[in-house]
């Protein structure tokens, strides 16, 4: 079946530093992948995607790219803020699926 | 912009009670889902529904049932609550993606479910 694994455990890192979130998958055939966030007290929203391999989704100087190869999808950002700080899922739809499967998620937490 | 809404943030019920969930989007969307969220579990899938009266069972949907009598508003069913229903409740809207698959979910705010 489709699943996403993502590194254990959050993540606290100073600002400005370099955020790394890893993100594998299993799926049949050709899936689409994306970033979640999830704010404080909030929905989760989207944050980038990617439909085809080696695509590379971006959005708010967060950036990932679609792996084929070694079925990953890792979230980089270069300087983080204290804004940043939220949980990340990563999550896939296979082809003629009507669900999402997400990661477990991973809390990042910006120090000033 | 996509809108999702959730008839409560917050709700408080007795054990026993029967809940109602409720959720709306704006933007004629086919699909839609109820996720709960628990630390450490992420997002499970309750059920989803892709069409008016059409409904599917999602990973965890013992003790849930829903309602999708229009295509904007989507409804979960707690039939009798209970405490480990104790939960944060997330709806879902997307539309059907270009290879045939559920494309851009968005959610709601979410539902802060407590049962006492």
């Known amino acids: 079946g489709n699943s996403v694994t993502q590194m254990e455990g959050p993540v606290t890192l100073s600002e400005e530093a370099f955020l790394t979130i890893n993100c594998t998958y299993t799926a049949t055939g050709y899936p689409s992948l994306f970033w979640y966030v999830q704010y404080p007290g909030e929905g989760l929203q989207l944050l980038l995607k990617?439909?085809?391999?080696?695509d590379k989704g971006s959005n708010k100087g967060f950036e990932a790219t679609y792996r084929k190869e070694t079925t990953s999808f890792h979230l980089e950002k270069g300087s983080v803020q204290v804004s940043d700080s939220a949980v990340y899922f990563c999550a896939l739809t296979a082809y003629g699926n009507n669900r999402l499967a997400f990661g477990k998620g991973n809390q990042v937490v910006v120090i000033p | 912009d996509v809108k999702v809404t959730q008839s409560s943030r917050y709700l408080v019920k007795r054990t026993g009670e029967k809940v109602f969930l409720e959720c709306v989007q704006d933007m004629d969307h086919e699909n839609m889902f109820w996720y709960r969220q628990d630390p450490g579990l992420g997002l499970r899938l309750i059920y989803f529904s892709y069409d008016v009266k059409m409904k599917e069972k999602g990973d965890i949907p013992e003790g849930y049932s829903v309602s999708r009598e229009k295509k904007e508003r989507f409804s979960l069913i707690l039939e009798s609550a209970s405490t480990n229903q104790t939960s944060m409740y997330l709806c879902?809207?997307?539309?059907?993606?270009?290879?045939?698959?559920?494309?851009?979910?968005?959610f709601g705010p979410g539902t802060r479910l407590t049962v006492l």
């Open positions: 879902a809207s997307a539309v059907v993606g270009g290879q045939g698959g559920t494309d851009t979910q968005y």
């Open positions: 990617a439909t085809k391999a080696d």
